[in-house]
């Protein structure tokens, strides 16, 4: 084959060498990253290699026939670079979409069918015309008429480029720091071939059948070296950088060695509206001044620091609030140092020895308001706690203290912290909260006790403590001690006082009895009539004092339920109230069983509504009308008389649940029934019957309904949950009241 020397061969050779380097460089170094943007990138640098030492071949050659040999992989590389140039530019700015099978394949469609029509029937006839050598250039070059596939080729690929140019010219626009330069290169890089292409087929720059594409590619080399290696082509592409950068829920703030920003994100303006690039950081942070200092103090890859005088540790970061009137943002803030080359930055590149090195911070802002917010909650609730709350480590020693402690115990926090727990129990009590201690790391449950805490004045106060995990696998535990002193010392008191009353109580009215016994003996008829006002009273007394007892085994026993047949209990109950008052007349209306789960104290509730019935009755004839029906899930006792009722005031003493000294029951009766219910699950009901009486229910559930309280008890008897009178039971205002 013959061969002929052009001024273009070593140019194109230069060409095929970079472009062949740059594709050898990606394939070995950066294999591992952005998969699409290299392999495109490889395709590119392979199409334009191959383009460039085939067309050198093309003008090396001296016959038609090996210029046309060339030619078709002249061909090949202008096809495969028509598919590669487009995929790289879309994996570029992130249009990922047109890289899937069916638009990659509509992408291939027109390179594909020119490239297969040349290896099939050649160039000569699909795209020349009557091709031959014209040596007037001083060398030969092949001149031929374009057909219309040839025109259209042209103007499809150009239509191509020229989109490609305006996807890239737009995102140097819109992108920052070193994307807009990575941009606007490979836009130059891109835009210098095709301009020089067209003018030398214009005739502007050399033969007109030259195509001087390829040869530009020569110096175009140097800016996509430029591009790759300065500005890390391959390790930073937008792509990565909306992905990381901009979608962060972080803020994110770039900064230069002359303070001022060059780049932030979107979560970093809506924290600092007056941060924009190019502004300096003082502006930028005018709402956190702590976040300027960092960022002037930080220090740079090279050792030194950006900026101009100390300021916050940029290693430790810090804690800042954003003041926003209402809604304050509280953020924590970590600077980083970086490495810039020229007027972009790069962060830890291997080309940063090849480059002089300028600082930069990048700053990184985190919300943390919500953890903030609830740390200071649970602070405030720590401490504002009456009771004393402590942290221990497994080691005994007291690791926090709530400030209380100085208010119940004396002690202050800070002499407190550090020093071993059981230090401020009571010798007796120590053994107990230790086990106490060492439990609650073996079982992880919680520990309960009871023992006494030295104060600063010599005494000893009670507490009750529980001592629990503070989380699992973790090496403390909360301590939460509360102060029962005088509870356990009223309550004692109370005891003393209730067992002492009552024993005295009953003593003396049985000897004010006995005596007014041996007084009817001594008196005449007219002293008889006071001896029965003594006998009454004494009676009062002494019932008065039965009732105390009961209350106080009501008040202090364990609260178990027993299934009770309320239509036995309430029938034997009324036979023996109308045999210990003949002069009343007591009727009952009760079903064949009515099954209700109840306090066991439930005989006495009942047995005191009923002899209230007839013993505070003032009339000739006491009426008590008594019956028991099913209500929803539970049973009603219904309980009526026709005596003067209950006075309005002792009826809100029971429905408030209090007593005061103007606002008191006047006996203990009632006090007795609404503690039973309500510890059956029950309600109790008070009402006023029209024209005289009073009408009390007592609704108890059922045993498969016994799980929790119904309600409280009002003064007419509402509940939360209101239900109608069973047929046949009492109303309240029921007419034929006698």
Same mark, same amino acid.
């Given at each position: 084959?013959?061969?002929?020397?052009?001024?273009?061969?070593? %140019?194109?050779?230069?060409?095929?060498?970079? @472009?062949?380097?740059? !594709?050898?460089?990606?394939?070995?170094?950066?294999?591992?990253?952005?998969?699409?943007?290299?392999?495109?990138?490889?395709?590119?640098?392979?199409?334009? +290699?191959?383009?460039?030492?085939?067309?050198?071949?093309?003008?090396?050659? #001296?016959?038609?026939?090996?210029?046309?040999?060339?030619?078709?992989?002249?061909?090949?590389?202008? !096809?495969?670079?028509?598919?590669?140039?487009?995929?790289?530019?879309?994996?570029?700015?992130?249009?990922?979409?047109?890289?899937?099978?069916?638009?990659?394949?509509?992408?291939?469609?027109?390179?594909?069918?020119?490239?297969?029509?040349?290896?099939?029937?050649?160039?000569?006839?699909?795209?020349?015309?009557?091709?031959?050598?014209?040596?007037?250039?001083?060398?030969?070059?092949?001149? =031929?008429?374009?057909?219309?596939?040839?025109?259209?080729?042209?103007?499809?690929?150009?239509?191509?480029?020229?989109?490609?140019?305006?996807?890239?010219?737009?995102?140097?626009?819109?992108?920052?720091?070193?994307?807009?330069?990575?941009?606007?290169?490979?836009?130059?890089?891109?835009?210098?071939?095709?301009?020089?292409?067209?003018?030398?087929?214009?005739?502007?720059?050399?033969?007109? $059948?030259?195509?001087?594409?390829?040869?530009?590619?020569?110096?175009?080399?140097?800016?996509?070296?430029?591009?790759?290696?300065?500005?890390?082509?391959?390790?930073?592409?937008?792509?990565?950088?909306?992905?990381?950068? @901009?979608?962060? @829920?972080?803020?994110?703030?770039?900064?230069?060695?002359? +303070? *001022?920003?060059?780049?932030?994100?979107?979560?970093?303006?809506?924290?600092?509206?007056?941060?924009?690039?190019?502004?300096?950081?003082?502006?930028? $942070?005018?709402?956190?001044?702590?976040?300027?200092?960092?960022?002037? @103090?930080?220090?740079?890859?090279?050792?030194?620091?950006?900026?101009?005088?100390?300021?916050?540790?940029?290693?430790?970061?810090?804690?800042?609030?954003?003041?926003?009137?209402?809604?304050?943002?509280?953020?924590?803030?970590?600077?980083?140092?970086?490495?810039?080359?020229?007027?972009?930055? *790069?962060?830890?590149?291997?080309?940063?020895?090849?480059?002089?090195?300028?600082?930069?911070?990048?700053?990184?802002?985190?919300?943390?308001?919500?953890?903030?917010?609830?740390?200071?909650?649970?602070?405030?609730?720590?401490?504002?706690?009456?009771?004393?709350?402590?942290?221990?480590?497994?080691?005994?020693?007291?690791? =926090?203290?709530?400030?209380?402690?100085?208010?119940?115990?004396?002690?202050?926090?800070?002499?407190?912290?550090?020093?071993?727990?059981?230090?401020?129990?009571?010798?007796?009590?120590?053994?107990?909260?230790?086990?106490?201690?060492?439990?609650?790391?073996?079982?992880?449950?919680?520990?309960?006790?009871?023992?006494?805490?030295?104060?600063?004045?010599?005494?000893?106060?009670?507490?009750?403590?529980?001592?629990?995990?503070?989380?699992?696998?973790?090496?403390?535990?909360?301590?939460?001690?509360?102060?029962?002193?005088?509870?356990?010392?009223?309550?004692?008191?109370?005891?003393?006082?209730?067992?002492?009353?009552?024993?005295?109580?009953?003593?003396?009215?049985?000897?004010?009895?006995? =005596?007014?016994?041996?007084?009817?003996?001594?008196?005449?008829?007219?002293?008889?009539?006071?001896?029965?006002?003594?006998?009454?009273?004494?009676?009062?007394?002494?019932?008065?004092?039965?009732?105390?007892?009961?209350?106080?085994?009501?008040?202090?026993?364990?609260?178990?339920?027993?299934?009770?047949?309320?239509?036995?209990?309430?029938?034997?109950?009324?036979?023996?109230?109308?045999?210990?008052?003949?002069?009343?007349?007591?009727?009952?209306?009760?079903?064949?069983?009515?099954?209700?789960?109840?306090?066991?104290?439930?005989?006495?509730?009942?047995?005191?509504?009923?002899?209230?019935?007839?013993?505070?009755?003032?009339?000739?004839?006491?009426?008590?009308?008594?019956?028991?029906?099913?209500?929803?899930?539970? =049973?009603?006792? #219904?309980?009526?008389?026709?005596?003067?009722?209950?006075? %309005?005031?002792?009826?809100?003493?029971?429905?408030?649940?209090?007593?005061?000294?103007?606002?008191?029951?006047?006996?203990?009766?009632?006090?007795?029934?609404?503690?039973?219910?309500?510890?059956?699950?029950?309600?109790?009901?008070?009402?006023?019957?029209?024209?005289?009486?009073?009408?009390?229910?007592?609704?108890?559930?059922?045993?498969?309904?016994?799980?929790?309280?119904?309600?409280?008890?009002?003064?007419? +008897?509402?509940?939360?949950?209101?239900?109608?009178?069973?047929?046949?039971?009492?109303? %309240?205002?029921?007419?034929?009241?006698?």
């Amino acid at each position: 084959m013959e061969w002929q020397p052009t001024p273009y061969t070593a %140019p194109l050779l230069v060409a095929a060498l970079a @472009s062949f380097s740059f !594709a050898v460089y990606a394939v070995r170094n950066r294999s591992r990253g952005d998969l699409p943007l290299v392999r495109s990138f490889v395709a590119v640098t392979v199409a334009s +290699g191959l383009w460039s030492l085939a067309y050198a071949a093309q003008l090396s050659a #001296a016959t038609l026939e090996a210029t046309l040999l060339w030619n078709r992989l002249v061909w090949v590389g202008i !096809a495969v670079l028509g598919v590669a140039w487009p995929a790289f530019v879309f994996a570029y700015v992130g249009w990922r979409s047109w890289l899937r099978p069916r638009r990659f394949a509509l992408l291939c469609l027109v390179p594909a069918a020119a490239v297969g029509g040349v290896l099939v029937i050649g160039a000569d006839p699909l795209f020349y015309t009557s091709p031959s050598l014209d040596g007037s250039n001083g060398y030969l070059v092949m001149e =031929y008429l374009p057909t219309p596939a040839l025109v259209g080729f042209m103007t499809y690929s150009y239509a191509v480029n020229l989109f490609t140019f305006g996807v890239l010219g737009y995102a140097a626009l819109v992108r920052g720091g070193v994307f807009r330069r990575q941009a606007a290169l490979l836009l130059a890089a891109a835009v210098a071939p095709m301009t020089v292409g067209v003018g030398g087929i214009a005739g502007f720059l050399g033969p007109v $059948f030259v195509d001087l594409t390829p040869v530009t590619f020569a110096a175009t080399s140097g800016l996509l070296g430029w591009v790759v290696f300065r500005y890390r082509l391959l390790d930073l592409s937008p792509v990565a950088r909306d992905a990381v950068f @901009s979608n962060l @829920s972080d803020g994110v703030v770039v900064v230069n060695d002359d +303070g *001022r920003v060059v780049d932030l994100n979107r979560p970093a303006r809506g924290l600092f509206p007056s941060a924009e690039v190019g502004c300096g950081v003082e502006t930028a $942070f005018e709402r956190a001044p702590a976040v300027a200092d960092l960022a002037l @103090s930080t220090e740079t890859a090279d050792g030194g620091r950006s900026g101009r005088g100390p300021g916050p540790d940029p290693e430790n970061g810090l804690r800042v609030t954003v003041d926003g009137g209402s809604d304050s943002r509280f953020l924590t803030v970590t600077a980083h140092p970086i490495a810039t080359a020229g007027t972009g930055y *790069r962060v830890g590149s291997e080309a940063a020895s090849a480059a002089p090195a300028a600082g930069g911070t990048v700053l990184l802002f985190r919300d943390v308001t919500e953890q903030e917010t609830l740390q200071r909650r649970y602070r405030a609730l720590i401490e504002k706690s009456p009771n004393v709350i402590a942290v221990c480590g497994t080691d005994g020693l007291l690791r =926090y203290v709530s400030p209380s402690i100085e208010r119940l115990l004396g002690h202050s926090p800070a002499a407190i912290e550090g020093r071993p727990a059981i230090d401020l129990v009571h010798p007796d009590d120590r053994r107990e909260a230790q086990h106490a201690f060492e439990r609650a790391f073996e079982t992880d449950e919680p520990q309960s006790l009871d023992h006494r805490i030295s104060h600063t004045d010599g005494n000893w106060r009670q507490f009750e403590t529980v001592v629990e995990r503070l989380f699992e696998d973790t090496e403390e535990a909360v301590i939460t001690a509360t102060d029962v002193t005088e509870s356990r010392r009223y309550e004692q008191r109370l005891q003393v006082l209730n067992r002492v009353l009552r024993h005295d109580l009953k003593n003396d009215t049985n000897v004010i009895g006995g =005596y007014a016994d041996l007084l009817r003996d001594h008196v005449d008829d007219e002293g008889d009539e006071y001896l029965d006002v003594i006998d009454r009273k004494v009676e009062t007394l002494t019932h008065l004092s039965d009732q105390a007892r009961e209350i106080d085994v009501a008040l202090h026993s364990d609260g178990s339920r027993a299934e009770i047949d309320l239509s036995e209990l309430v029938t034997r109950l009324c036979e023996s109230l109308d045999s210990s008052f003949p002069e009343a007349t007591v009727t009952v209306s009760t079903p064949d069983a009515a099954v209700a789960c109840a306090d066991e104290l439930l005989e006495s509730a009942i047995r005191n509504v009923l002899e209230n019935a007839v013993v505070h009755n003032d009339g000739e004839q006491p009426i008590v009308e008594v019956a028991v029906d099913p209500d929803g899930d539970g =049973y009603r006792i #219904a309980v009526a008389d026709n005596g003067p009722g209950i006075p %309005p005031v002792e009826r809100s003493v029971f429905s408030e649940a209090r007593e005061t000294a103007l606002e008191h029951a006047s006996g203990l009766g009632l006090w007795l029934v609404h503690w039973i219910v309500t510890e059956s699950g029950g309600e109790l009901g008070i009402h006023t019957r029209e024209p005289t009486g009073t009408l009390i229910t007592m609704w108890l559930p059922t045993p498969d309904n016994a799980t929790t309280e119904r309600g409280e008890t009002t003064e007419r +008897g509402e509940t939360t949950e209101r239900r109608k009178p069973a047929d046949g039971g009492l109303s %309240p205002d029921r007419d034929s009241a006698p």
